[in-house]
């Protein structure tokens, strides 16, 4: 009967205890932002036999592929330089979906996780959430979070086509980010 009590008593001192799903809010110490900038380029590559985006799911089989609504899955590689041998350093993954009712108007809301594999931010990486219209020449992306080193970052990315091939839609894009974080 003791030995019962005591096996009971024991499972409830194990047993984790879930008063509530939130804790007391305080005032978190002060932290110094800090800022950097990166620069890189991005290759997207629809053609060949290796593509690094591919259509996933497109709402007219007669349209065209990139007309409204057409969802693409990347990974697309980021190098140091523009030409398609320069050193990777990192890899864009995600999604990007052709958004603009507009025919005349490309326009792309991406979605994807630009990670590094090389460097001071190895391992690290930033979420890039933002609509990228086909103009003007330099456009203005939203960077909203990040992994790593890039732990809660914010900031935003200036990009510019280097190359487009408008018969593949193979596009090499100039980044020039800056991020602030922690
Ligand atoms: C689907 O494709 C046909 C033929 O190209 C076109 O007439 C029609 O407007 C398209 N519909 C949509 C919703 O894109
Ligand atoms: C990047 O980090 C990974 C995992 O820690 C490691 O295996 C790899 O060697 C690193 N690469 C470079 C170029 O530092
Ligand atoms: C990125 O920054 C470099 C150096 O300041 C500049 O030469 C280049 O034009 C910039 N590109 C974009 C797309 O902002
Ligand atoms: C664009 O791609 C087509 C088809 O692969 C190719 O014939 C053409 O030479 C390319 N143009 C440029 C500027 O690379």
């Keep these: 009967m003791e030995k019962q009590v005591i096996f009971v008593v024991f499972?409830?001192?194990?047993?984790?205890?879930?008063?509530q799903y939130y804790s007391e809010t305080v005032m978190p110490s002060p932290r110094q932002e800090r800022m950097t900038r990166l620069h890189f380029f991005l290759h997207d590559i629809l053609s060949g036999q290796n593509p690094s985006a591919v259509i996933i799911a497109r709402p007219n089989i007669t349209g065209s592929a990139i007309s409204f609504g057409s969802l693409f899955a990347i990974d697309d590689a980021l190098?140091?330089?523009?030409?398609?041998?320069s050193e990777i350093i990192g890899n864009?993954?995600?999604m990007y979906v052709s958004s603009s009712l507009d025919p005349?108007?490309?326009?792309?809301?991406?979605?994807?996780d630009f990670a590094f594999t090389s460097g001071a931010f190895n391992g690290s990486s930033?979420?890039?959430f933002s609509r990228n219209p086909s103009s003007p020449p330099i456009?203005?992306?939203a960077i909203?979070?990040?992994?790593?080193a890039f732990r809660m970052a914010s900031?935003?990315?200036l990009i510019r086509n280097s190359f487009l091939n408008l018969t593949t839609g193979d596009t090499i894009v100039e980044f020039n980010v800056t991020l602030y974080h922690y």
């Design 11 to 19: 499972c409830l001192a194990m047993a984790p205890v879930y008063g």
């Design 79 to 85: 190098t140091i330089g523009p030409e398609p041998t």
């Design 92 to 94: 864009a993954q995600g």
């Design 104 to 112: 005349t108007m490309f326009t792309a809301v991406m979605y994807a």
């Design 126 to 128: 930033f979420s890039l």
């Design 139 to 141: 456009r203005e992306l």
């Design 144 to 148: 909203v979070g990040g992994r790593g």
């Design 155 to 157: 900031g935003y990315a």
